[in-house]
């Protein structure tokens, strides 16, 4: 039981994906201009990264091992993460059409999210069981989400504010992120998995 | 080596075979009225039926929120033909979206063009190419003549010409016309 929890503390805070592993930065820059874009982006992650990380603990423990092809994992991994991005856009497309206006191109995308694929990969690495990789992958998009609300509650303040001309439009979006990543640092040594 | 190969096809059409009924059973169907009341509405993008496009104005149409007068690009033949397809009266254009004016391209004088790009920014079909503080030019044949670049060119080197017919455009002039010369 605690070790799930640790696995929980330890994906959205201590190793945050986005700011202590730095994986999954695509997204972070792109989508985070407007709150509502970020809130729906996040809740796509969370929906494919959880459910591709099972998906894929499953494809390596009951094909992969069982057949002696643990080398095939990358390109496996990539099959069925780019399978459950599109399973989500048809189902976002139905359900809401709005939000698949305003993510648009992104939400293909999170198939190249390298958090995704990050994910996948490093439970095989941890030899996480199946709750775990569920946690491991839900905790990471949570975390990926926290971070990305976040920051894009920030950036629509600063798109008010009286940024120096140099520095307007990405490089203070940068600027700010280093400044979250280096708060996150904070969190270091909270949680050890 | 041959188990590799299989087993990842065999998988691969496992998740085509899922996708291909998620997608049947997840299928959106788009609103047919909209989209032949869309294949009307001349695609200029111009926005000056106060609408940002010329889909949200097709929309807008197909619930009833929005008279069908309200295009002058398509002019009179257009809202004749919105008139035939929801079965109601022809309407005149209405005057506040503007006047009906023939085909017309934009046209970049290079010689005073400075490169600002706010022009590629305004239009809507991405048909201005160009780079900051280089010359900028109009691809003419994806050019809706929609005048949303005239605005915020700060030199005012963007002129509105007659669209001359080109290969795909150019007809034969109608006999009634012919005829009456």
């Excluded at chain 2, 691809?139 to 030199?155: F, N, Q, R, S």
């Amino acid at each position: 039981m605690e070790s799930y929890l640790l696995i929980l503390v330890s994906t959205v805070l201590a190793n945050n994906f986005v700011l202590v592993r730095f994986l999954g930065l695509c997204p972070f820059m792109g989508v985070s201009g407007k709150f509502e874009g970020a809130v729906g982006m996040s809740v796509a992650t969370m929906f494919v990264l959880t459910l591709s990380s099972m998906s894929s603990y499953l494809l390596n423990e009951y094909l992969l091992i069982p057949l002696g092809l643990e080398y095939l994992a990358t390109l496996s991994f990539i099959l069925v993460i780019a399978a459950v991005v599109q399973f989500t856009e048809l189902l976002m497309r139905q359900t809401s059409p709005l939000l698949y206006r305003v993510l648009g191109i992104f939400l293909p995308l999170i198939t190249s999210n390298c958090a995704v694929l990050g994910v996948a990969l490093l439970n095989v690495q941890e030899q996480h069981n199946l709750l775990q990789s569920a946690l491991y992958g839900f905790g990471a998009s949570t975390g990926f989400g926290l971070v990305l609300i976040s920051f894009s509650a920030m950036r629509e303040r600063l798109a008010d504010a009286d940024v120096p001309i140099h520095f307007r439009g990405a490089p203070i979006a940068l600027v700010t992120a280093g400044l979250m990543a280096l708060a996150f640092m904070g969190f270091t040594g909270l949680a050890r998995v | 080596m041959l188990t590799a190969i299989l087993s990842i096809s065999l998988v691969g059409m496992l998740f085509g075979l899922g996708l291909g009924w998620a997608a049947r059973r997840f299928r959106v169907d788009s609103d047919p009225v909209v989209d032949q009341v869309d294949a009307i509405l001349p695609q200029t993008q111009c926005g000056q039926c106060n609408f940002p496009g010329c889909r949200p104005y097709a929309e807008a149409i197909a619930s009833g929120e929005a008279p069908i007068n309200q295009c002058p690009p398509g002019g009179e033949d257009g809202i004749r033909a919105l008139a035939d397809l929801l079965g109601v009266e022809p309407l005149p254009l209405n005057p506040d979206n503007g006047e009906e004016a023939a085909p017309a391209v934009a046209l970049i004088d290079e010689q005073t063009c400075i490169g600002c790009t706010l022009c590629i920014q305004a239009c809507p079909v991405d048909a201005i190419v160009g780079a900051p503080k280089l010359m900028h030019t109009v691809i003419a044949a994806e050019c809706t003549g929609c005048d949303l670049c005239l605005p915020p060119c700060p030199v005012d080197c963007i002129d509105m010409v007659p669209r001359s017919p080109d290969e795909d455009s150019w007809s034969w002039p109608r006999p009634a016309a012919a005829g009456r010369r």
